[in-house]
């Protein structure tokens, strides 16, 4: 990590995860869109947290995204439990299924931005409740790029709140099934079209072990996906695949198409480790020199002849 990158901004869920996939299964352990995105962006950039944990957030966890070099001043502390999170997957490592999303200290939290992190040029408002990401959004001065995630949860409970989002920032990430959903329409590319017209200039589709896609008005990059052999738990390849796109962005400064698609293959890189794992179990113990050989195993899956 270069000592002069901007640093990036991220609100969003700081989680317990009770996961069970055909590999394995795991009980209230790390977790939290807010957590997997700001542990892949500290590959590139140090990171702003805003969020919300309960007093039963355990010293270690602190200790971990300190480590990682994530600023915790606009983590906050209250009185009650962390949010949680429980679901499974089949064999289709595309498809989470939810069974229990307690949202409780998220239920009254109100977001107030340190003043150092008011003036953040890159902001991701990773997967939480839209009026708490719009809440942040409200508190920063000047930002230089600004990203969203969300999920069927908000789609279906907050969707004013959400196209509010949208109409607010410059990039917005969904997987396959959400874009469908909030645009009712099976076609990708409608859908592409839709989310633009409500905002962003720029939407990324992610399509799980299918890879990803970027669309702008006038262009569009398909990323590969990695082929794994073994996919032992998918949560939070989306948010990793995020925060190592705005990390890689925040670090470069430089918010070019050209640069969008290495943003996008270094985030495709990280979420295809992260899923590796666990938890942030494989990220825990990742090296910059394992990123830069993925990275360099992605141009080669991608390459094909002139014709
Ligand atoms: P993904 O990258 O989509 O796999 O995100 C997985 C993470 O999303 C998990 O670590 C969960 O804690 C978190 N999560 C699940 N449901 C919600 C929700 N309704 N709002 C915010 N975060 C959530």
Not at 82 to 90: E, L, Q
Request: with cysteine.
């Amino acid at each position: 990590m270069s000592k002069h990158s901007s640093p990036v901004l991220i609100v969003g869920s700081v989680a317990f995860d009770s996961v069970k996939t055909p590999l394995g299964e795991v009980d209230n352990v790390l977790g939290g869109a807010a957590v997997y995105s700001a542990t892949a962006a500290t590959f590139f950039s140090p990171v702003q947290l805003v969020g919300v944990v309960g007093e039963d957030f355990p010293p270690e966890h602190f200790d971990f995204l300190r480590s990682r070099g994530v600023d915790l001043e606009g983590l906050q502390i209250q009185p009650g439990q962390t949010f949680r999170w429980k679901g499974y997957y089949d064999f289709d490592v595309n498809q989470a299924h939810s069974l229990e999303t307690h949202l409780n200290v998220f239920e009254r939290f109100r977001p107030t931005l340190p003043d150092a992190y008011r003036d953040a040029k890159y902001v991701f408002l990773a997967n939480i409740d839209p009026e708490l990401q719009l809440e942040v959004l409200a508190q920063v001065r000047d930002p230089h790029l600004t990203l969203c995630d969300t999920m069927n949860f908000w789609i279906e409970r907050k969707r004013d709140a959400l196209l509010e989002v949208l109409r607010r920032v410059d990039i917005a990430f969904m997987n396959d099934a959400e874009v469908r959903e909030l645009c009712g329409t099976f076609s990708l590319i409608k859908a592409a079209r839709q989310v633009m017209s409500y905002g962003p200039r720029t939407v990324i589709i992610k399509k799980g072990e299918h890879g990803a896609v970027m669309f702008t008005a006038d262009s569009h990059f398909s990323a590969p996906s990695y082929p794994l052999e073994a996919v032992k738990d998918p949560t939070g390849a989306g948010d990793t695949f995020e925060g190592g796109f705005i990390g890689y962005l925040a670090h470069t400064e430089q918010v070019t198409e050209a640069n969008m698609r290495k943003a996008v293959i270094y985030g495709s890189v990280l979420a295809s480790f992260t899923v590796e794992d666990f938890s942030l179990d494989r990220m825990r113990r990742l090296t910059m020199a394992e990123i830069q050989e993925r990275y360099r195993e992605f141009r080669r899956i991608a390459f094909f002849e002139a014709a």
